[in-house]
């Protein structure tokens, strides 16, 4: 006796449903890591932006009240040449701060400081030179910040009052006296 069977073959493969499922599952992980990349780059540029305020900023603020509060008297200038001649001192819109510093034991011995913002390199730089003549010639000892997009010194109500502008157009004024 023949016996006939039959095997059922069955198909190798997805099915629709299967398929729907599986591409479903894709794109919602595809949608949540999108979502996380999206918020992890605006995390990334509140912090770039904050940077400045968190960071440079006091640092700054402490360099400043250092130099500026032990100097006896100072002048504003627009430019390193006109604080080297000693022409044109200004109240408002100053871009360079030239400051003495007096011995009270010996008043030959005095000195000067200067704090001049560079607008070609966005740079706040700190000179300390004997005399305001050597300026002309003189490379800034240190420099205070190199992350500035503007700087501008003016005198207010009689207090010295120094506006920076950050990198990413925040703006911080530092108020000041000297020792007089």
């Known amino acids: 006796m ?14 629709l449903i299967e398929l729907t499922m599986t591409i479903s599952v894709g794109l919602m992980v595809a949608g949540m890591s999108l ?20 960071t440079e900023a006091p640092q700054i603020n402490n360099t ?20 080297t001649s000693g022409y044109n001192s200004v109240i408002t819109g100053g871009k360079v701060l030239a400051l003495k510093f007096e ?5 030959a011995n005095n000195s000067f400081g200067v704090i001049a913002y560079d607008s070609t390199d966005n740079d706040l730089n700190y000179y300390h030179i004997s005399s305001m003549a050597e300026l002309a010639i003189a490379n800034p000892k240190w ?22 502008t950050g990198p990413n157009s925040e703006e911080i004024i530092y108020s000041t006296t000297t020792q007089q």
């Open 143 to 164: 420099s205070i910040t190199t992350q500035l997009n503007g700087a501008d010194f003016y005198v207010e109500n009689g207090v010295l009052r120094i506006k920076l």
């Open 35 to 54: 979502t996380l990349f999206n918020s992890q780059i605006a995390s990334y540029k509140i912090l770039k932006t904050q940077n400045f305020l968190v």
């Open 64 to 83: 400043l009240n250092r130099i500026v509060s032990r100097a006896n008297f100072f002048l504003m200038y627009t430019s390193l040449s006109d604080a």
């Open 2 to 15: 023949i016996m006939h069977t039959h095997k059922r073959t069955r198909n190798l493969g997805f099915t």
């Open 103 to 107: 011995d009270p034991s010996d008043s």
